[in-house]
């Protein structure tokens, strides 16, 4: 385990070797930042997200919570999603879960948690809108799968439902909202195969996504 000052230590190595391997690093981070993408995703440790998708520090604009849950009532991830398309206007929004989730694991077994168990209701609201395919499935391991992925699916839907992005798409703006989850065992992103741009995309794209979801099997 890091004392604080082996962690400043890693950090003055760290700054002293970035600017040894690019001498304008540190300028071109201090200027403006002009990202393409929002990364709504896990808090888990596990997944950082420029280095799931080899982008540099101010490539990606990034929100993270317990389960990648967007809630319309959550000031705070709706603030980092008008900032994002109003200021820094990113044109994609990456909804982004994660297979082995311990939110989605607790949602999914009824595991108590703590103060948490509030938050974590969002998933479980995900589980019992489909709980035909979560009880469909015998292993417990796929089950949880499953639920990471229709998880990731149905927070993208909240994005595409809220007021911000439903004025970026009315005044032309360029902007998709993609569904991802990222697997722990290979570092792998799967797609699950969305990418609404118009309000008129999502009943197009929802169910095949939906029916992929049921269809699938096997673990990852």
Same mark, same amino acid.
């Given at each position: 385990m890091y004392r604080?000052?082996?962690? *400043?230590e890693r950090n003055r190595i760290?700054?002293?070797?970035a600017r040894a391997e690019?001498?304008?690093?540190?300028?071109r981070l201090s200027g403006l930042q002009h990202p393409k993408y929002l990364w709504i995703g896990c808090s888990d440790s596990r997944v950082p997200a420029n280095q799931i998708i080899d982008m540099n520090p101010g490539e990606v604009f990034v929100h993270r919570n317990i389960a990648n849950v967007v809630v319309h009532t959550d000031l705070n991830c709706l603030s980092v999603i008008q900032y994002a398309i109003d200021v820094?206007?990113?044109?994609h929004i990456l909804v982004v879960g994660h297979y082995g989730c311990g939110g989605v694991g607790a949602a999914l077994d009824g595991q108590r948690v703590g *103060?948490?168990?509030?938050w974590i209701r969002h998933v479980k609201d995900v589980k019992h809108k489909h709980r035909a395919i979560i009880e469909a499935i015998d292993s417990d391991e796929i089950r949880h799968d499953r639920l990471c992925e229709l998880n990731a699916l149905e927070q993208m839907i909240n994005v595409c439902e809220t007021t911000v992005v439903r004025e970026a798409w009315a005044r032309g703006q360029q902007l998709a909202v993609h569904a991802w989850v990222y697997s722990l065992r290979d570092g792998r992103v799967h797609d699950l195969g969305l990418s609404i741009d118009s309000p008129a995309a999502l009943p197009e794209q929802y169910e095949p996504a939906l029916q992929r979801i049921s269809d699938d099997r096997e673990d990852r």
């Open positions: 604080m000052h082996d962690l *400043l760290w700054a002293e070797r690019d001498p304008g690093f540190f300028s820094l206007k990113v044109e *103060l948490a168990d509030n």
